[in-house]
């Protein structure tokens, strides 16, 4: 019948496919995030040379045993800078994303599990966030606020929360109404034991998938603002800053400007591919085949 | 229908007020305040606090934001105290800029996304339709800044063909305005079409599996006709929304190009006005461009409507 | 069957699913003459829409079909996929089962009756509208002209029903195959759809197939009934001969799951115990024989083939047929 041939068809179609073409690509992306997060860890114990030491007989230099990667326009040792600006991109890029994950999904949680005003309140005021084109409101705000590191994971924290008080509300609203929860409401259980015991870890996996599509987004927003000089203060330098110095010398030297470009690159898509994996794995549409 | 418009409209006013409480709320954080922003140097005690009552600055913050909204109301979004220059001014002499940025680039996402959405959904699971899949994935991971100094590179470093930054309006010279425009609007372009191609595909591979493009296949139709006609007028509506939702993206991807190519437009005079601390020009910009995005968002929700018959016909 | 227009010879679909090849239609014969009307009676999932599908070659793509599927001296399975297009729509028509989703939702109604006269008809646009006014007027939609420039959702189920119709005749099409034509609609709607398809048959003098899982669909309307179980045609007859003497039990015990107006109010209607048989896990003997109430050693051990008994019209695939049973 129709709807036997429909379900056929789709089944036997992608999700198989998909799976396997991921796989090699999922596994690299996670060494590759592993190799930036330990070197960015341990920046401070590897044999580098300091990143704000300034060589000026050696501006733009390229290649050699002394600097890997070369240097840049003041002199300093670009893959020294590499790796400190990965602390920055990646401190930023984490733990923003953090705040929108703690207060985005505990909003979203009790307003999928409570409904009524509680939810109208909570939607509506994210509306009013999600008013504001988000660059637009970053901007603005780190221009009252003054330029640092904390200011700015801060601002990029707090507009990622109405996307994920979203992803928390649409799992909830679906969980609440399946059987082990209304199990557990029929035995007595309590609203906080249902939120943390029954709920919680059944909307955490969607929310963590969401997170690390919410790093690559905020790597790329902190790198955007700081490329147009207005997100991290000098003397720090992130991935965003160092590409937005190394475009004064792109005639000169493209690469000051493609190095790190090149990484932001692949942290993002690094990021993207393990959070698309992981979200497909836990989207309950494809579980359900 | 219009009983849809009323609803949304009206939805339209509490979000409105909100915007304006927001930008008047951040504007208000400003540690250290505008008085000793203006007077700099010359700023004493008393300078300070007679500036500070000049500009009602020692009225309670309510009163100050009814005053505010009710001059704006009144079309009176303030003065640079920098150029001199009204907000409404300096707005509008660069909106047209930002606007045919952005309709630029749209229309170069469109003109890629919507072609290979199309082919690789009609050839869905193909080494093609694999290999476009990928590089859509992969180009939603290029940074707007990203592709712009790669562009950059390539076209006016390298190749000399196209110039890196400046602009000619429109009305002066049109091929020199467009000379200019491409590589701005490539770049806000390429980073349009992997959504609207991801969206668009997606749509049109579950338009194909449905009944009614069997009939149009029993009926006899034409490949063409049942792609282009009988799968893609569905999915049109989709395009409608993908590209609501990318107002907000392209706004933000405006600032960085008009920066990166120096272009006039608002996100330049925003960026401008961050850096000279020209706060009465950024909170009427901010405030601007959050309304002009609402009431696009609006006008986008509207378009859906008139072109969904079910909606138009009110059976939603 | 030489004479036949269309003739299913030997057709067997294959699905590939995960958990195995699933044979949708196995080993299926069937032929139609002009102007003639089939049934293809059967429950859900026995095959009866895939070899719809198979006859207009709609399957999905990853579907293998062998066999032939002879319509008007040509096989269709080996037609260029041109000549097959020229074929559907203009002598080849079908109405499928739910007219909520077999009709576009953002094309007009004109638009859609519209395209496919202009498809196969020299007939200009003024021409191809009169046309359609009158096509629907003719499947009885009142104010036809109006309704051209309608969407479907705005009609009901049984209207949009007629449209389907209506678009299946446009070009006077030598057969219709309508798929389950009044499964997704009201009961009170079913007759009038019915009718009107008889009605259309017998004045266009066009062959008809129609499929359902209700014998009481086919009973009145139908020269000849295949009755088909788990991918298999398993009793064949003209239908005067099989509702006067069934003689396949899978075929009894669908006639009896009829409700009827002469039994008490409150009777349990028997419904046929169990479901049909995986069909990624074929059977080595008769498909029906778990649920089968005569069934016996012999049935789970080898397959009954389709086979003749005292008239030559009259076939079906049991050993142990419901008369013979009675002898014995």
Redesign the interface.
Known sequence: ??T???S???????P??RKR?IGTLFWLAVGWTVVVFAVAILADLLPLPSPTDMDMLERRGTFSAEHWLGTDGLGRDELSRLIYGARISLIVGLCAPMIGVTIGGALGMLAGYFRGRFESIVVGSM???????????A????????QSIFNLTCILGVLGIPAFMRVARAATLTLARREFVIAAQALGATHTRILLRELLPNVLLPLLAFFLLGV?VTI?VE??LS????GVPPPISSW?SM??E??ES??VA?RL??IP?AA??LT??AF??IG?TMRALTDPRQGAL | MLFFVARRLLYLVPVLIAVSVLTFVIASLLPGDLAYVILGDQATPENVAALRHDLGLDQPIWLRYLGWLWHIVQGDFGRSFRTGQTVLQAVSERVPISFELMILAELIGLAIGVPLAIACAAKAGSAFDRLMTGSAFGMLSVPTFLSAILLIYLFAVELRWLPATGYVPFTEDPLANLRFMVLPALTLGLAEWPGIMRVLRSDMIAALQEDYIALAKAKGLKPSRILFVHALKPSSLTLVTITGINIGRLIGGAVIVETIFALPGIGRLLVGAILTRDLIILQGVVLLVGAGFVIMNFIVDLLYALLDPRIRHGHA | MSSALLSVENAVVDLPTPRGNLRAVDHVDLAVGAGRTLGIVGESGCGKTMLSRAILQLLPKKAKLSGRVMFDGQDLTRLPAEKLRKLRGRSLAVVFQDPMTSLNPVLTIGTQLIETIQEHLELDLAQARQRSIELLAAVGIPAPEQRLAQYPHQLSGGMRQRVAIAVALSCEPQLLIADEPTTALDVTIQAQILDLLAREQQRRHMAMIIITHDLGVVAGRTDEVAVMYAGRVVERAPTPALFKQMRMPYTEALLAALPKLDVAPHTPLPAISGRPPDPTRPLKGCSFSPRCRYSAERCGTEKPQLSTAETPEHLYACFHPIAARVGA
């Open positions: 019948m129709a036997l041939e429909l056929l068809d789709e089944s036997s179609a992608a198989a496919r073409r509306d009013v966030l999600l008013a504001f084109p988000p660059l637009i409101l901007l603005a705000v780190t221009a009252y606020l003054g690559a790329v790198g955007s490329f147009l000089g207005l965003g590409i937005g190394g475009r792109l005639d493209p400007a493609f470009a932001m690159f993002v898509l993207n591919l698309d």
